[in-house]
């Protein structure tokens, strides 16, 4: 095979560009995303599966069984609106932030049936900006969480048609909230929180194919506890003299100028990213069509609540403890997918999600209203030669790029949260694609 090193390095150089340029995905739920566009396409049943480089996330089992070197980048883009409304029709909460987020997974195998991969990926990221036309006193102007996993594995065809890994996952974190406090006489404040943490984890896969027809798959992943530090800064708005602030909010959705002064104190919290469980199957009866199957446990009753304290109590300005109870419980997800081909390069695929809400009814909040959904996914694949643009039959790789849509329907989720007993509805679309090069 020919194989031009310039090409080689201009397009992995592009990657990288590509993948780790700061990016977010506004959600309504922290593990709403399928980080590769192939998976995406199945609803996320890939742990059997697994025969993308994505699998490193998904199954890194799986990269056993793939051979030469590749890479590939995956991005997503998409629209979501959730909304809050009061049971009695009054005035209603709004948000819906953009959504673009990107990934990148690389993968060599220096010998049959061992293969080394490292690749970036974000699986739990979270946004909210609300409306400001807020009638009460909001714990929960604008959040956002966005938590990306650098994993790097090892995996090993222990022998003919089962393969074990087992890798390490580097954390970053970042957070931001925005919420008032309580109002004076003739000002309201804000109260704004910037933080970031780190921490490490581990992941382990298993996939054995016991016959052509038929693949199990599993995989583990470490509960990572985060340390967050950062900054909480308090600004006070004047409103000038009003007896009834809710009324001047909602007159004023602009609340005008700060006054002098922006005080910063020193603050910590600390949140655990879940551990995950995932067991699949694959079956395909026929070379042209496969069903998959997936069901995942996440243990998010671990994860904290969304709560900061100051680094040094006591210390001048002394805010003090703020923050929102989330209660999350843990959750489980039942995924399935199919896949129909019309030529051995071509697939046509489509997948169903249903995920479970972490929240219930007491801890339902602007600061995290998690629905229950069910997810609707097609995607469209191929996987063959790459040749030059220059010349004629000069093969330069093989190509593996894939498409895919996914539409997310909200089930309506009441909150009994004292002061905001409202109603959250949810509907989301977004679409992906994957383009990867194998060498």
């Not at 470490?222 to 809710?246: H, M, R």
């Not at 002394?318 to 959750?331: A, E, F, H, W």
Request: charged share 20%; hydrophobic share 40%; aromatic share 14%.
């Amino acid at each position: 095979m020919k194989t031009s090193r310039r090409g080689r390095i201009v397009l992995s150089l592009l990657a990288f560009v590509v993948c780790l340029h700061p990016t977010r995905l506004a959600a309504e739920d922290f593990a709403f995303h399928e980080v590769g566009a192939r998976a995406a396409a199945l609803g996320g049943a890939f742990t059997a599966r697994a025969d993308d480089i994505y699998a490193l996330w998904y199954n890194p089992a799986g990269l056993a069984f793939l051979k030469n070197f590749r890479f590939k980048v995956n991005v997503a883009f998409g629209d979501r609106t959730v909304e809050g409304a009061w049971p009695d029709g009054g005035r209603s909460f709004h948000s819906s932030p953009n959504q673009f987020l990107g990934s990148l997974a690389l993968a060599w195998q220096p010998t049959p049936r061992l293969t080394l991969a490292t690749g970036f990926f974000y699986p739990y990221t979270y946004e909210a900006s609300w409306s400001p036309n807020f009638g009460v006193i909001s714990d929960c102007r604008q959040n956002r969480l966005r938590t990306s996993y650098w994993r790097t594995t090892v995996s090993v065809e222990v022998f003919k048609g089962f393969a074990l890994s087992g890798g390490v996952d580097y954390v970053m974190s970042n957070l931001e909230w925005k919420h008032f406090v309580e109002p004076g006489e003739a000002t309201i404040t804000e109260s704004r929180h910037e933080l970031h943490g780190n921490g490490w984890g581990y992941a382990a896969g298993l996939l054995w194919k016991i016959i052509p027809a038929i693949q199990l798959g599993a995989r583990f992943q470490k509960a990572v506890p985060v340390d967050y530090a950062g900054t909480c800064i308090q600004v006070d708005y004047y409103l000038g003299a009003v007896d009834d602030l809710s009324s001047a909010l909602a007159a004023s959705p602009a609340v005008s100028s700060p006054s002098n002064y922006f005080l910063s104190q020193d603050v910590v919290g600390r949140m655990t990213m879940p551990r995950e469980l995932v067991v699949g199957a694959a079956f395909t009866p026929v070379w042209r069509l496969s069903v998959y199957m997936d069901v995942q446990w996440d243990r998010w009753s671990d994860f904290g609540d969304w709560i900061f304290e100051p680094a040094e109590p006591g210390a001048i300005p002394d805010y003090g403890i703020q923050g929102v109870p989330l209660g999350l419980r843990d959750t489980t997800h039942v995924k399935a997918g199919v896949e129909y081909r019309p030529t051995r390069r071509l697939a046509l695929r489509a997948g169903y999600t249903h995920l479970q809400s972490s929240v219930d009814e007491a801890n339902r909040t602007l600061v995290y209203p998690d629905l229950e959904r069910n997810i609707y996914s097609l995607g469209f694949g191929y996987e063959g030669p790459l040749f030059s643009i220059y010349g004629g039959d000069e093969r330069i790789s093989d190509l593996s790029f894939d498409i895919f849509m996914r539409y997310a329907a909200a089930v309506p989720g009441p909150s009994t949260y004292p002061g905001y007993e409202l109603t959250y509805t949810s509907n989301r679309i977004v679409f992906g694609v994957g383009v990867g090069f194998i060498f």
